[in-house]
Nanobody, 118 residues
Framework: QVQLVESGGGLVQAGGSLTLSCAAS????????MGWYRQFPGKQRELVAR???????NLVDSAQGRFTISRDNAKNTMYLQMKSLKPEDTGVYYC????????????WGQGTQVTVSS
């Protein structure tokens, strides 16, 4: 069983920076992909950034040049470094891990709120 715990959210002014962390308990070495998603009020969760099994990364257009996704295998932790934050980045950010177990099992964290004031 895998549990994911996010941290690092908070209130920041536009132009500021935050780094989100997602700590995993349990082995995630068999992951197929892991990533960060965000959810705006009344909307579905959407992908922000993802690390794939082959270490390639994907970022949505709005995050290009501002966000960086990374992981520390030794700490079993994934990060999302966010710079030049904008009010439209405000939302709840969730980490997600997809484990390849012969089928894909998906785990979600509980979410962390990011609020960017103008």
């Amino acid at each position: 069983q895998v549990q994911l715990v996010e941290s690092g959210g908070g209130l920041v002014q536009a132009g500021g920076s935050l780094t989100l962390s997602c700590a995993a308990s349990g082995s995630v070495s068999g992951f197929s992909a892991m990533g960060w998603y965000r959810q705006f009020p009344g909307k579905q969760r959407e992908l922000v950034a993802r690390i794939n099994r082959d270490s390639s990364t994907n970022l949505v257009d709005s995050a290009q040049g501002r966000f960086t996704i990374s992981r520390d295998n030794a700490k079993n932790t994934m990060y999302l470094q966010m710079k030049s934050l904008k009010p439209e980045d405000t939302g709840v950010y969730y980490c997600r891990v997809d484990l390849a177990l012969g089928f894909i099992r998906t785990y979600w964290g509980q979410g962390t709120q990011v609020t960017v004031s103008s």
